[in-house]
């Protein structure tokens, strides 16, 4: 299970009234012990400042773990929400799916 990569997917909107089950869902596939999470924005039109601070979570719950996280797919205004915010360059993020993959693939 370690070994697979996990690939969540997130539709519409990550704020303050999504974000509980967004979060339960990913801090949940930490918890069963996977080491590789995708998380494919594809299909994410807003993203709030709670939506960011469940991605940064997961993201150190992972590397406490020892695993990886990694981000592909920001849509339309999501790069510049994770560019103001200074995310953009603490988290491993991809232009594409394929891109993410590769990564995390990597050993």
Not at 1 to 27: N, Q, W, Y
Not at 35 to 49: G, K, M, Q
């Amino acid at each position: 299970m370690a070994d697979e990569i996990c690939e969540l997917r997130p539709r519409g909107r990550i704020d303050s009234s999504t974000g509980p089950a967004f979060e339960k869902d990913v801090l949940q596939h930490i918890e069963d012990g996977q080491r590789r999470i995708l998380l494919d924005f594809a299909d994410l039109v807003y993203i709030s400042s709670a939506g960011l601070r469940i991605v940064l979570l997961a993201a150190k719950q992972m590397k406490t773990a020892g695993g990886k996280l990694a981000i592909c797919s920001l849509s339309q205004q999501i790069p510049e929400v994770f560019e103001i915010s200074g995310f953009s360059r603490i988290l491993d993020i991809h232009p594409s799916r394929d891109a993410a993959i590769s990564k995390l693939s990597a050993q």
